[in-house]
């Protein structure tokens, strides 16, 4: 599924417009990707949560070269499915 089909999704569900159910989906992801900025989690219980996972720099190899190369320290955005998810999944 991707984002226009979600869109169409909540859209059939909640009968309502595509356009409102677009401001609906994408106030839910601006929502959760303020609170990541933040360094903050956002906690669906049933669903999951996502929260912001630190990478450590490292030093790696460029594959063409064997050159050592220094990877920067990064965030990355993380998930972890909830109980309900997962059996819902397994089912």
Do not use: Y
């Amino acid at each position: 599924m991707n984002k226009a089909e979600l869109i169409e999704h909540v859209a059939n569900e909640t009968e309502t417009t595509k356009a409102d159910a677009q401001r609906a989906v994408e106030a839910v992801f601006d929502g959760i990707t303020a609170t990541l900025k933040k360094g903050n989690a956002a906690r669906f219980v049933g669903f999951g949560t996502f929260s912001v996972a630190k990478r450590a720099a490292t030093t790696g190899r460029n594959p063409r070269t064997g050159e050592p190369i220094k990877i920067p320290a990064s965030k990355n955005a993380k998930f972890k499915a909830g109980k309900e998810l997962k059996e819902a999944v397994n089912k």
